[in-house]
């Protein structure tokens, strides 16, 4: 899961933003869906160091993160297909931490 979110995050931003995000799972649940689709929900915080990074990665609007996150569902649908996973609820967040190089 972490290697196919970080690879859309180097796919959509080409600066050195991604070396610095680090990816923290809060939330991996099989469930179903109000329409009765088999599905996996995956909440994954994307904490990065500067608050200019998290703008980067949110992007105008949010629209960077909605990429990455669509993307990255897509891939993970097509992964988990075979374990009868037919929907991926994928819930980025990115959040900012103070780095201890500060």
Known sequence: IEEVIREKI???????VPHSISQV????????????????????????????????????GGMTLRRI???????????????GIEDVILNLHVKFTKSRHD
């Open 10 to 16: 180097y796919r959509c931003l080409h600066r050195e």
């Open 25 to 60: 799972n809060r939330l991996l649940k099989r469930g179903k869906t109000l329409s009765g689709r088999v599905a996996l929900r995956i909440d994954q915080d994307l904490v990065v160091r500067t608050k200019s990074h998290q703008k980067l990665v949110l992007g105008r």
């Open 69 to 83: 996150q669509e993307t990255a569902r897509r891939d993970l649908v097509k992964i988990f297909s075979s374990d």
